[in-house]
């Protein structure tokens, strides 16, 4: 599986933007996706995860409300639509695959097996 994000740039305080992952190969559908982030200086953390067939979903405490993910398994594709977004959202996003084959766990964690190159999101205040 290959992961391309896309969808990143700049936008002002309050502002929105929407993160696409497509991925390459038919076994990204059987398998969870999320959406981690790095700002620069920090160490990576999970922002949102969705489970293979989007039954279950979690959210960083610090997204809840905000930003929202989903799932077109027709398309291979994960989105992230971020909503209201800080200046503390700004950080390079990347979109992660894996896990057990069509299991309803989502992991916060880094263990996915797949990762796409990163995409940069700017928050201006």
């Known amino acids: 599986v290959q992961l391309q994000a896309s969808g990143g740039g700049l936008v002002q305080a309050g502002g929105s933007l929407r993160l696409s992952c497509a991925a390459s190969?038919?076994?990204?559908?059987?398998?969870?996706a999320a959406w981690f982030r790095q700002a620069p200086g920090k160490e990576r953390e999970f922002v949102a995860g969705?489970?293979?067939?989007?039954?279950?979903?979690r959210y960083a405490d610090s997204v809840k409300g905000r930003f929202t993910i989903s799932r077109d398994n027709a398309r291979n594709t994960v989105y992230l639509q971020m909503n209201s977004l800080k200046p503390e959202d700004t950080a390079v996003y990347y979109c992660?695959?894996?896990?057990?084959?069509?299991?309803?766990?989502?992991?916060?964690?880094?263990?996915?097996?797949?990762w796409g190159q990163g995409t940069l999101v700017t928050v201006s205040s």
């Open positions: 992660a695959a894996g896990g057990l084959r069509h299991s309803d766990y989502v992991e916060t964690g880094s263990d996915y097996d797949y």
């Open positions: 190969g038919r076994t990204f559908r059987n398998y969870a």
């Open positions: 969705v489970s293979w067939n989007g039954g279950s979903i």
